[in-house]
């Protein structure tokens, strides 16, 4: 009965005769039987899709993987990936790789996921990925793949294809440049003069200042962020977290002739740069939005930073004296001992009698006064005045 059911889609209805293939488990029916209705019907339709991709449904579940994935790649169907990973092809998938490449965008980022998930246990480690690709395809193709599938690899574990890393500068260079300063802030291994060159080459000037402040050159990055990248508010920040008066002091001079960042900078710098020396580098006849406003909010602003450190110096001050106070008070505590307590020179008591004196130290421990000219280190001439305290009897 189901024969005959499948039958009649075979010859009236391919799309749903695939579809039925695809939900109905195939105790339900012959998978022979259908097999060579549909290599007879493809005698006569060889290029029907349907029928093709039910034949390769046939072999899938037959369990002859290889001729399914050939009529899948044949038709760039993707149904090819979920072969591949249900199957764990792995082989299949290297060995095809410069087909799988030419299925479009999509189908292009699911090869290169499938690629990255079969890195485990050394099945496609990212050497024989990369030794592959550098094999095939003309140069800008393979070089785009390599590029998403470093990409992806570098998502899922970026410790898994380090020896890569230099390479990829070169490609989020070419192909992804929005990924490439992310890239460079998560990466500690590659030689930052060559991403340099690579970054100037290509005019990214973000990039560039990451790289020269990370190199030590924090001039040369402001520089390039008032000269290229003409962001006041980027060049403010910048300085601000490295918290280097010579820095203020080169932005100033940078800004000399430039109108807008003069204006940032008397907006957003008074609690960090000295007023007068702004403005006196501000050259004459320099017209400036807002001048007049941007003045005020310079001079609040660096009045607001005066008054904190007054407040704070006043508090330093105030806790200081407590302190002093407080050490003042323990110094002048009295200290107290009993029967037990013995001389730390020869072991007697410590009560009051032959005795004229006893000396007590902080750290507790006690001496008869004529037996401290006996033992070494202690002596009463002077050579404990930080830490000793007498008492008399």
Same mark, same amino acid.
């Given at each position: 009965?189901? !024969?005959?059911?499948?039958?009649y889609? /075979?010859?009236y209805? %391919?799309?749903?005769?695939?579809?039925?293939?695809?939900e109905?488990?195939?105790?339900?029916?012959?998978?022979?039987?259908?097999?060579?209705?549909?290599?007879?019907?493809?005698?006569? $339709?060889? +290029?029907? &899709? =349907?029928?093709l991709?039910v034949?390769?449904?046939?072999?899938?579940?037959?369990?002859d993987?290889?001729s399914?994935?050939? &009529?899948? /790649?044949?038709?760039?169907?993707v149904e090819?990936?979920?072969l591949?990973?249900?199957?764990?092809?792995?082989?299949?998938?290297?060995?095809?790789?410069?087909?799988?490449?030419?299925?479009?965008?999509?189908?292009?980022?699911?090869?290169a996921?499938?690629?990255?998930?079969?890195?485990q246990?050394?099945?496609?480690?990212?050497?024989?990925?990369?030794?592959?690709?550098d094999? @095939?395809?003309?140069?800008?193709?393979?070089?785009?793949?390599?590029h998403?599938?470093?990409?992806?690899?570098?998502?899922?574990?970026?410790?898994?294809?380090s020896?890569?890393?230099?390479?990829?500068?070169?490609?989020?260079?070419?192909?992804?440049?929005?990924?490439?300063?992310?890239?460079?802030?998560?990466? +500690?291994?590659?030689?930052?003069?060559k991403?340099?060159?690579?970054? $100037?080459?290509?005019?990214l000037? !973000?990039?560039?200042?990451?790289?020269?402040?990370?190199?030590? +050159?924090?001039q040369?990055?402001l520089?390039? &962020?008032?000269g290229n990248?003409k962001?006041?508010?980027? %060049?403010?920040?910048?300085?601000?977290?490295?918290?280097d008066?010579?820095?203020?002091?080169?932005?100033? $001079?940078?800004?000399?002739?430039?109108?807008?960042f &003069?204006?940032?900078?008397? $907006? =957003?710098?008074?609690?960090h740069?000295?007023?007068t020396?702004?403005?006196?580098?501000?050259?004459d006849?320099?017209?400036?939005?807002?001048l007049?406003?941007?003045?005020?909010?310079l001079?609040?602003?660096?009045q607001?930073q005066?008054?904190?450190?007054?407040?704070?110096k006043?508090?330093?001050?105030?806790?200081?004296?407590?302190?002093? !106070?407080?050490?003042?008070?323990l110094?002048?505590?009295a200290?107290?001992?009993?029967?037990?307590?013995?001389?730390?020179?020869c072991?007697? !008591?410590?009560?009051?009698?032959?005795?004229?004196r006893? @000396?007590?130290?902080?750290?507790?421990?006690?001496?008869?006064?004529?037996?401290?000219?006996?033992?070494?280190?202690v002596?009463? =001439?002077?050579?404990?005045?930080?830490?000793?305290t007498?008492?008399?009897?």
């Amino acid at each position: 009965m189901y !024969e005959t059911v499948l039958n009649y889609f /075979l010859l009236y209805d %391919a799309k749903t005769l695939y579809e039925v293939i695809q939900e109905w488990p195939t105790d339900l029916y012959n998978p022979a039987v259908i097999m060579n209705a549909v290599t007879d019907q493809l005698k006569k $339709q060889p +290029n029907d &899709i =349907n029928l093709l991709k039910v034949k390769a449904k046939l072999f899938e579940d037959g369990g002859d993987s290889d001729s399914a994935l050939e &009529i899948y /790649l044949r038709l760039g169907d993707v149904e090819v990936f979920d072969l591949i990973h249900k199957r764990k092809l792995h082989n299949a998938l290297i060995e095809n790789i410069q087909y799988l490449m030419k299925l479009g965008e999509n189908q292009l980022q699911k090869t290169a996921e499938l690629l990255v998930e079969f890195r485990q246990d050394d099945c496609l480690p990212p050497t024989k990925v990369v030794k592959k690709l550098d094999s @095939v395809g003309s140069e800008k193709e393979w070089e785009y793949f390599l590029h998403r599938y470093l990409d992806t690899l570098f998502d899922r574990d970026p410790k898994a294809g380090s020896e890569y890393h230099e390479r990829q500068v070169q490609l989020y260079a070419d192909y992804h440049q929005k990924k490439l300063l992310p890239f460079l802030r998560a990466c +500690n291994d590659i030689p930052l003069q060559k991403a340099l060159d690579v970054c $100037q080459s290509k005019n990214l000037y !973000e990039a560039m200042v990451f790289l020269l402040d990370r190199m030590g +050159n924090p001039q040369a990055a402001l520089q390039n &962020i008032v000269g290229n990248l003409k962001d006041v508010d980027k %060049a403010i920040v910048f300085v601000r977290e490295k918290d280097d008066e010579e820095l203020w002091d080169s932005l100033i $001079q940078l800004s000399k002739n430039h109108p807008e960042f &003069i204006t940032g900078l008397l $907006q =957003n710098a008074g609690t960090h740069i000295d007023p007068t020396k702004l403005i006196k580098e501000i050259p004459d006849r320099l017209k400036i939005n807002n001048l007049g406003l941007s003045l005020v909010k310079l001079l609040n602003d660096y009045q607001l930073q005066v008054n904190l450190r007054e407040g704070c110096k006043k508090i330093l001050v105030k806790d200081s004296h407590k302190l002093m !106070e407080k050490l003042h008070r323990l110094n002048r505590r009295a200290v107290s001992f009993d029967n037990l307590t013995s001389c730390l020179n020869c072991s007697g !008591e410590m009560l009051p009698g032959d005795y004229s004196r006893i @000396v007590i130290f902080f750290c507790g421990h006690m001496v008869h006064q004529n037996c401290s000219s006996k033992r070494n280190g202690v002596s009463s =001439n002077n050579k404990f005045k930080l830490l000793v305290t007498k008492l008399h009897f």
